[in-house]
T-cell receptor, first 113, second 119 residues
Framework: DTEVTQTPKHLVMGMTNKKSLKCEQH?????MYWYKQKAKKPPELMFV???????INESVPSRFSPECPNSSLLNLHLHALQPEDSALYLC????????????FGSGTRLTVV | AQKITQTQPGMFVQEKEAVTLDCTYD???????LFWYKQPSSGEMIFLIY??????QNATEGRYSLNFQKARKSANLVISASQLGDSAMYFC????????????????FGAGTQVVVTP
C-alpha cells in the first residue's frame, strides 16, 4: 500500500462543476507536491508546498486552486475546468523540499466532460 | 532547457534477458539526486532506485542497478532477468538540492521509455 493516499481514484466532472482532490500522508514529510500527467507524457509539476506554504507555483491556471490545511493534507480544488484538463493528477511528498525520496500517491484520473 | 533526456521512446525485451534504459542529465548543481521510477498502466509511480551525486558506488536494488557515469552525466538503469511484470513506462528523474536555482528541490522527469517484455 502506498503511504500517500489520494482520493478519489477516478473523477468525472462537468465543466461547470466544483470538485476537490485530496492527498494525505502520515510520514512526517514537510513538502508536498501536485503533478499533472497526460497520457504517455512525464508528470509536470504544478505546485509545491513546503512547511504548509506555497513555495512553487508553475503558472498553473487559476481554475486549479491548491490548499494545504496542515502538514499531512494537500487539496486541489477544481472549478470550471476544460476538457484538456483531463489527466492523471499525482500527489507526492518528501521529507523536505530538497531532501531525498519522493513518495507518490496512486493518482486521481480526472475526466472533464 | 531539457534537463533529463531519455532517447528510447520504446523497447521490446524478451523475458529473462537484461535491458538497459538510457538517461542523460544536465545540471551545474554539485549536489543532486537521480531517480528511476516505474509506472505501470495503473498509473502509480513506483520508486525503483536512487543515486546521489556524491555516491562513489553504483546503486543496486535487487534486479535493478544504476550505471552512474558522472563525467558523462549519464545514469542508465539496468534491469536484469526481465519479467513480464516489468512491462511499464520507466522515468528517469533528477532533483537538484543546492538551493541556488528556482528548480532546486523539484523532481524533474525525462520523457520516459515504454518497456514491453515478451514471453
Amino acid at each position: 500500500d502506498t503511504e500517500v493516499t489520494q482520493t478519489p481514484k477516478h473523477l468525472v466532472m462537468g465543466m461547470t462543476n466544483k470538485k476537490s482532490l485530496k492527498c494525505e500522508q502520515h510520514m512526517g514529510h514537510r513538502a508536498m507536491y501536485w503533478y499533472k500527467q497526460k497520457a504517455k507524457k512525464p508528470p509536470e509539476l504544478m505546485f509545491v508546498y513546503s512547511y504548509e506554504k506555497l513555495s512553487i507555483n508553475e503558472s498553473v491556471p487559476s481554475r486549479f486552486s491548491p490548499e494545504c490545511p496542515n502538514s499531512s493534507l494537500l487539496n486541489l480544488h477544481l472549478h470550471a475546468l476544460q476538457p484538456e484538463d483531463s489527466a492523471l493528477y499525482l500527489c507526492a511528498s518528501s521529507l523536505e523540499r530538497g531532501a531525498y525520496g519522493y513518495t507518490f500517491g496512486s493518482g486521481t484520473r480526472l475526466t472533464v466532460v | 532547457a531539457q534537463k533529463i533526456t531519455q532517447t528510447q521512446p520504446g523497447m521490446f525485451v524478451q523475458e529473462k534477458e537484461a535491458v538497459t534504459l538510457d538517461c542523460t542529465y544536465d545540471t551545474s548543481d554539485p549536489s543532486y539526486g537521480l531517480f528511476w521510477y516505474k509506472q505501470p498502466s495503473s498509473g502509480e509511480m513506483i520508486f525503483l532506485i536512487y543515486q546521489g551525486s556524491y555516491d562513489q558506488q553504483n546503486a543496486t536494488e535487487g534486479r535493478y542497478s544504476l550505471n552512474f557515469q558522472k563525467a558523462r552525466k549519464s545514469a542508465n538503469l539496468v534491469i536484469s532477468a526481465s519479467q513480464l511484470g516489468d512491462s511499464a513506462m520507466y522515468f528517469c528523474a533528477m532533483r537538484e538540492s543546492g538551493g541556488t536555482t528556482d528548480s532546486w528541490g523539484k523532481l524533474q522527469f525525462g520523457a520516459g521509455t515504454q518497456v514491453v517484455v515478451t514471453p
